[in-house]
């Protein structure tokens, strides 16, 4: 059975950091890409950073260029989300996914898992 649980958020200051974590059970995670997306309160689901197999390439959304910062550790079947100078606009809930063929990192209907998703709240 395959599992993504990320964990990490919580309410944070705006100008804050946190380090969101996604553990992956039950694939072979270094068959996989994986990526970050986020749904805010009453807003669809978007796209917010990706890594590819070995962690050599990531993409990041526009808006979190610069603050946030995509990594991964095969091993321990782990994806990591380092989110620095938070912003009340990145206030959502962050979902880990993993993405098995080529379909684009960017669009949310090429994964194949999907995580439960953890709150981040950033206040003013």
């Known amino acids: 059975q395959v599992r993504l649980v990320e964990s990490g958020g919580r309410l944070v200051q705006a100008g804050g950091s946190l380090r969101l974590s996604c553990a992956v059970s039950?694939?072979?995670?270094?068959?996989?890409?994986m990526g970050w997306f986020r749904q805010p309160p009453g807003k669809e689901r978007e796209f917010v950073g990706g890594?590819?197999?070995?962690?050599?390439?990531?993409y990041y959304a526009d808006s979190v260029k610069g603050r946030f910062t995509i990594s991964r550790d095969n091993a321990l079947n782990l994806v990591f989300l380092q989110m620095n100078s938070l912003k009340p606009s990145d206030t959502a809930t962050y979902y880990c996914?993993?993405?098995?063929?080529?379909?684009?990192?960017?669009?949310?209907?090429?994964?194949?898992?999907w995580g439960q998703g953890t709150q981040v709240t950033v206040s003013s």
């Open positions: 039950g694939l072979t995670m270094k068959n996989y890409r």
């Open positions: 890594i590819d197999w070995s962690g050599s390439y990531k």
């Open positions: 996914g993993a993405l098995s063929g080529y379909g684009h990192i960017k669009t949310m209907s090429s994964y194949d898992y």
